[in-house]
């Protein structure tokens, strides 16, 4: 069965410095990879997918996550944290059947 | 024009009552699903939809109960309501060759 492991529950960065969330699957096949981010009170807004080709792939907002079948990650990162970047953030994986990470909280310090 | 809404997004009622939640997604989109999201944003899968037709029901007490008019509709009814009911229910679309899900805004139900 597909699974999602978000190790990190809460991450505090400071403005300005970089940001990997990680992220690690558990899939029987290829997987289809998302990263969502959800402001409070807010839906879920899609940063970026992978679904085969180019490991590293580019999403809005800055943000790029680099699919690594070795080790089964898909981290998320961004070089330079905005304070607006404070949020949860979700990977999940699989597609008609999708199932998400427990997600993980990120304080932007001033 | 929201791609993906709910109504009501805001729902308190009392143990026992029953409520229902709407969806309509305008996306042209043939899969429709709902998620639950708990108070420590946990998000699970609970039901799909493709074109009318169930095809996820996860374990999910019979008091919930989707139904699906057409493609474009799909809406979450719940009897006998308990207080572990109370979270975020979110609808969200999708079609089968992207599997990337549209999300809308959510419905917090607060059951007392």
């Known amino acids: 069965a597909q699974s999602v492991t978000q190790p990190d529950i809460h991450i505090t960065v400071s403005e300005g410095a970089s940001l990997e969330l990680r992220c690690n699957y558990s899939y029987g096949a290829t997987p289809y990879l998302f990263w969502y981010v959800q402001s409070p009170g807010q839906g879920l807004q899609l940063l970026l997918k992978?679904?085969?080709?180019?490991?590293l792939v580019q999403g809005i907002k800055g943000f790029e996550a680099e699919f690594k079948r070795s080790q089964s990650s898909f981290n998320l990162r961004k070089p330079s944290v905005h304070w607006s970047d404070a949020a949860e953030y979700f990977c999940a994986v699989g597609a008609g059947d999708m199932r998400f990470g427990a997600g993980t909280r990120l304080t932007v310090k001033p | 024009d929201t791609a993906v809404s709910q109504t009501p997004k805001y729902l308190v009622t009392q143990m026992g009552n029953d409520k229902s939640i709407k969806c309509e997604q305008n996306l042209g989109h043939d899969t429709m699903y709902w998620y639950k999201q708990d108070s420590k944003k946990f998000l699970k899968i609970m039901f799909s939809y493709n074109n009318k037709e169930l095809i996820i029901n996860e374990t999910v007490p019979n008091r919930f109960s989707p139904k699906s008019p057409d493609k474009a509709h799909l809406n979450l009814h719940i009897n006998s309501l308990e207080l572990g009911d109370s979270a975020v229910y979110f609808c969200?679309?999708?079609?089968?060759?992207?599997?990337?899900?549209?999300f809308g805004e959510g419905s917090r139900l607060t059951v007392l």
């Open positions: 992978y679904f085969s080709g180019d490991t």
């Open positions: 969200a679309s999708s079609t089968r060759l992207s599997g990337e899900l549209f």
